[in-house]
């Protein structure tokens, strides 16, 4: 048997209406439920540090959250500053507009000067593509590449915030899917790995993800998961 899905879930606490005391207890849940990390907003990392301490739970928190657009410098800023503060890892988002108009060194070189500052603080990173809006194959595939070339730490799918217009004219998101996620890791190379998040919700759809290349997992439904999970065990 390998890791438990619980074991690999980053419990998302990202929400903009979460209140300090929601962050407080979705801290003491991903405690409980000994997940792999909690990814907090920026300025409630000082939050997760008061509830995580002593735990095996890393801190986690988003740069240029969530559509990408800080300016590179700032985005910079953003991970020295949460790592300082005590994030062990960041999820990053490409400059979504720069990613579909081509300009594939200004994208290099943005992720990889967000990369490097938190490899400088021994900090993970993870580089969300925002599969929602990057929806082009060959531009998801030049996103791997360019992730794998700078060292990376991983590909992420999506935010969970990237709402499109959608036929019944609601605006919703689609998240992760088994297509990317398989894409993503083909298309990876060195020791980067794949995160699946966005519309993640049952030990199912963990376990498919899982089955299909992810090795963590972004999701607010650690709680249904883990205890999906529990029972499935228990039916053996």
Not at 26 to 47: H, Q, T
Not at 175 to 188: C, F, N, P, S
Request: net charge negative.
């Amino acid at each position: 048997m390998g890791d438990s899905l619980t074991s690999m879930i980053d419990h998302a606490l990202l929400h903009p209406t979460m209140t300090d005391g929601e962050i407080r207890q979705g801290c003491e849940l991903a405690k409980k439920l000994a997940v792999a990390s909690v990814c907090v907003k920026p300025y409630a990392i000082s939050i997760a540090r008061n509830v995580l301490d002593g735990s095996r739970v890393r801190i986690g928190t988003v740069i240029g959250f969530p559509h990408g657009s800080n300016a590179t410098h700032v985005k910079m800023l953003e991970t020295k500053i949460a790592c300082e503060e005590g994030a062990h890892e960041v999820d990053m988002v490409v400059n979504i507009g720069k990613v579909l108009s081509g300009e594939w060194e200004y994208v290099e070189a943005d992720i990889r000067s967000v990369v490097d500052t938190a490899h400088s603080y021994a900090a993970i990173c993870k580089v969300i593509f925002e599969t929602d809006y990057v929806t082009r194959r060959e531009d998801k595939i030049r996103l791997c590449e360019i992730c794998s070339r700078v060292g990376a730490d991983f590909v992420k799918t999506s935010t969970g915030f990237g709402y499109t217009k959608q036929t019944s004219g609601d605006y919703n998101y689609t998240g992760a899917t088994l297509e990317d996620v398989q894409l993503m890791k083909e298309h990876i190379f060195g020791n980067v790995q794949v995160k699946a998040s966005g519309g993640i919700r049952s030990a199912d759809d963990a376990r498919r993800m899982v089955d299909n290349g992810a090795t963590r997992l972004g999701t607010s439904a650690s709680e249904a998961i883990a205890q999906g999970e529990a029972e499935d065990s228990s039916s053996y």
